[in-house]
């Protein structure tokens, strides 16, 4: 179990409640693909925001006017789009393992209920999920952009992404 040994005692627990909704046999090999699969899609999400220049931080305002991308504890995505008269256009997509969520979910008139922070679920008043899993990491543009520009480049690198994690969820269920 080296792969799984290495996360956080959260981590292996939260992977260990996935497993039970997954439909994996729920052995030793299971989670130590789930937990390889889990450091893969932390390593392309830490390489995504160097990438596009977005920087880590542990809170973001609920009323911030930016928008900010976060990875949880299960390895979904949430991309928070920046605030446009009162409201952001938000996405979630899963990690599609789970059978107890949906695999994508979208809002454009999305409102947060609380503030984003690391170790913490993303809650909304508004928003195409209730509450997410607890959040590991979120990012936000380095850069000052315009709303629109910045909606983009959340939008194409939370899009790229969801296409790498499904490559890397074939090797869990594979």
């Avoid at 959040?135 to 790229?160: F, G, H, N, R």
Wanted: aromatic residues 6%; glycine residues 6%.
């Amino acid at each position: 179990m080296e792969s799984f040994n290495t996360l956080s005692p959260e981590i292996q627990a939260h992977l260990k409640q996935i497993a039970k909704t997954s439909g994996l046999p729920l052995t030793d090999d299971s989670y130590e693909r789930m937990a390889a699969a889990w450091l893969e899609k932390k390593n392309l999400f830490e390489k995504a925001v160097e990438d596009n220049k977005l920087v880590e931080v542990s809170f973001f305002g609920r009323a911030e006017e930016r928008g900010a991308l976060a990875l949880t504890y299960s390895g979904s995505i949430l991309n928070v789009g920046p605030l446009s008269d009162g409201a952001r256009h938000c996405e979630y997509t899963s990690i599609g393992l789970r059978a107890d969520v949906p695999p994508a979910a979208s809002d454009d008139a999305s409102e947060l209920s609380a503030d984003l922070e690391v170790d913490e679920p993303a809650a909304f008043a508004k928003g195409p999920i209730k509450t997410s899993s607890p959040i590991y990491k979120i990012a936000v543009a380095q850069d000052e952009l315009q709303p629109e520009e910045e909606e983009a480049l959340l939008t194409q690198v939370s899009q790229d992404l969801a296409e790498d994690f499904v490559e890397v969820n074939k090797t869990v269920i594979g």
